[in-house]
């Protein structure tokens, strides 16, 4: 992971949650880097709120001040059930060039095993999970030939997209040509999906998330 973000081009939403993130567990050695990110990002401000905004500025601007960037984060995007608020993130696969907060795990993680529904399986390796909750919806990907799982964080308008037109975020899709290349399997864009996708979920859930194509 590069310690010097670029934002630019990318969903601004996701690129602040992993960008204060990182601030929060210490993981920009370079304070210059992230004042100069803070100073020169006037969007934040419409995020942040003119307080929190302040605050910020305020903190980049002056060599000497002190932020709780933990409370920051909590203050920006306040989700505290998943695992990553509370224990030890994979700090070292977080990546800043995708339009969704990303993670890959190689645990069990407890949140994600006992917190979540099922919400539609898009194939036998990709589900679409929801967080009882704070209800927060995670498309999570099972890499079978490494047993680790891929996370990725729907921003809002996301889920809309998908029941409304199908469209859905490709966060995963390098991930998941890498292992169903490794591991045979079914891809997201099979021609055999609409059929699985039918038979592996109930009407309802079909109806809301299953290939366009295929509901008629």
């Not at 050695?29 to 307080?51: F, M, N, R, Y």
């Not at 079978?144 to 199908?166: F, S, T």
Request: with cysteine.
């Amino acid at each position: 992971m590069s310690p010097h973000p670029v934002p630019i081009g990318h969903s601004r939403r996701a690129f602040w949650d992993r960008f204060f993130w990182q601030m929060a567990e210490g993981h920009f050695p370079d304070s210059k880097v992230t004042e100069q990110i803070l100073l020169s990002s006037p969007d934040l401000h419409a995020i942040a709120g003119d307080d929190l905004y302040g605050r910020l500025v305020s903190w980049a601007a002056d060599d000497h001040a002190r932020l709780d960037m933990r409370a920051i984060f909590d203050a920006l995007f306040p989700r505290r059930c998943f695992c990553r608020r509370q224990g030890a993130m994979d700090h070292h696969e977080l990546d800043f060039s995708g339009a969704n907060v990303y993670r890959r795990i190689y645990y069990s993680d407890p949140c994600i095993e006992n917190g979540c529904d099922v919400l539609f399986r898009r194939t036998p390796d990709i589900d679409l999970l929801r967080c009882r909750d704070c209800g927060d919806v995670w498309l999570r990907g099972m890499d079978q030939d490494w047993g680790r799982q891929h996370l990725l964080l729907l921003e809002p308008g996301d889920l809309e997209r998908i029941e409304a037109e199908g469209i859905w975020p490709s966060g995963l899709d390098q991930a998941e040509a890498t292992w169903i290349a490794a591991v045979t399997g079914m891809a997201h864009d099979d021609p055999r999906a609409p059929a699985w996708q039918r038979e592996a979920n109930s009407p309802h859930a079909f109806q809301r998330f299953g290939a366009k194509a295929s509901r008629v």
